[in-house]
């Protein structure tokens, strides 16, 4: 899959110096920065998601003493 990707001049410019330092491409920090963050992201976009449902009633929450004390781990 190819992608084309904008970006701005300082951060083009700190990549560029980066690949030259390294002897890396641009190409793999690239791929380098999007798996590090992708987890993050979905992760997020996952919580958000939850919030919505529960706010708007859809779900139930459950305190951690509640759950504790269901599984028998409560003190």
Known sequence: MSVSLRLPED?????SALAAQTG????FY???AI??????LEDL???EQRLLEVRA??????TLAK????LGLAD
């Open 45 to 47: 976009y996952l919580a």
């Open 57 to 62: 009633g859809r779900t139930t929450t459950h």
């Open 67 to 70: 759950v504790e004390r269901d």
């Open 24 to 27: 890396r491409s641009k190409t």
């Open 35 to 40: 798996k590090q963050h992708i987890d993050d």
């Open 11 to 15: 951060l083009s410019q700190r990549l």
């Open 30 to 32: 690239m791929l380098e």
